[in-house]
């Protein structure tokens, strides 16, 4: 089956999510979550979308992903690291397919 959720984030946010994942952050440690927000789905799954950040030592600009939990909290799967903030997150589990569409809204 396929699930599908979409996440709403406020534009200017997003555009510094964008601005984290292309740049090194010169003010966040290594593996530290910059952003992290759930969606959830009908069957009670739900999915975080997170922004990391690589550490400033790195030279390294933040990542993204997206992780699936079930109802119980116990993780389940997730995407591969992306380089962008806003898209689609996909994640396949046991023949489920869960999607989560981050979108930037102006005016939120």
Same mark, same amino acid.
């Given at each position: 089956?396929? *699930? $599908? &959720?979409? +996440? #709403?984030?406020?534009?200017? %946010?997003?555009?510094?999510?964008? &601005?984290?994942?292309?740049?090194?952050?010169? @003010?966040?440690?290594?593996?530290?979550?910059?952003? %992290?927000?759930?969606? $959830?789905?009908?069957? @009670?799954?739900?999915?975080?979308? #997170? /922004?990391?950040?690589?550490?400033a030592?790195?030279?390294?600009?933040?990542?993204? #992903?997206? /992780?699936?939990? @079930?109802? %119980?909290?116990?993780?389940?799967?997730?995407?591969?690291?992306? @380089?962008?903030?806003?898209?689609e *997150?996909?994640?396949?589990?046991?023949?489920?397919? *869960?999607?989560?569409n981050?979108?930037?809204? &102006?005016? +939120?």
């Amino acid at each position: 089956m396929r *699930y $599908e &959720q979409t +996440m #709403q984030v406020k534009a200017s %946010d997003g555009l510094v999510l964008e &601005q984290a994942c292309r740049e090194p952050l010169a @003010d966040c440690g290594r593996d530290e979550t910059i952003f %992290d927000q759930e969606v $959830e789905f009908v069957n @009670d799954t739900r999915m975080a979308i #997170q /922004v990391i950040s690589a550490g400033a030592d790195s030279g390294e600009s933040a990542w993204t #992903q997206g /992780v699936i939990f @079930d109802e %119980d909290g116990e993780e389940l799967g997730c995407t591969e690291v992306k @380089d962008t903030f806003a898209g689609e *997150y996909c994640v396949t589990v046991d023949g489920d397919t *869960y999607v989560c569409n981050v979108v930037l809204v &102006q005016g +939120m």
